[in-house]
C-alpha cells in the first residue's frame, strides 16, 4: 500500500473516531446538561477534526505557515461559540414544590363536558382571555 493511501486512511479512521468522540460528548438528546467541561472537550476534538483535514486533506502539512494559520482562525471560532454558548445558556429551570401550575393544553376534555374554546386551560391564559375565548 502506498504511503499516502496509508496516511490518508489513518486520517480517515482518527476522524471516525473523532466523530463517535462528538456524539458521545455532545448528548444532543439533553444539550442542556452538557457542562463546561463537555463544552471544552467537544471544541478540542472539533478543532483535531479541522486539523486533520487541513493537514491530510487538503494538504497543508506541505505549507506550515498557512497550517498554523487556518487552524488559529478555527480555534478562535470554536473559542468565541464555545464562550457565548456557556455565557448564554441558561440550565432549565426547575420545578418547585410551589409550582402547581398545569401545563398548558389546547386539547379539551370532552368526556366531562362540550368541547369548545372553554375547554382550552393553562397557566398561559388568563382570566380575562378564557371569558373572551367563551364568548366566541
Request: one cysteine or more.
Amino acid at each position: 500500500m502506498r504511503e499516502t493511501v496509508r496516511s490518508l486512511l489513518a486520517a480517515w479512521a482518527m476522524l471516525m473516531a473523532l466523530t463517535l468522540a462528538l456524539a458521545v460528548a455532545g448528548d444532543v438528546n439533553h444539550p442542556s446538561r452538557l457542562g463546561p467541561v463537555w463544552i471544552v472537550v467537544i471544541a478540542l476534538a472539533a478543532a483535531a477534526k479541522a486539523r486533520i483535514v487541513l493537514r491530510s486533506y487538503l494538504g497543508l502539512y506541505a505549507a506550515p505557515a498557512a497550517l498554523t494559520g487556518f487552524t488559529f482562525a478555527i480555534v478562535l471560532t470554536l473559542a468565541i461559540v464555545s464562550a457565548s454558548f456557556l455565557l448564554f445558556t441558561t440550565p432549565p429551570r426547575q420545578a418547585s414544590a410551589r409550582d402547581n401550575t398545569q401545563p398548558f393544553s389546547l386539547t379539551a376534555d370532552c368526556s366531562r363536558q362540550a368541547c369548545g374554546p372553554s375547554a382550552i386551560r393553562g397557566p398561559l391564559i388568563d382570566g380575562e382571555a378564557r371569558r373572551n375565548a367563551t364568548q366566541l
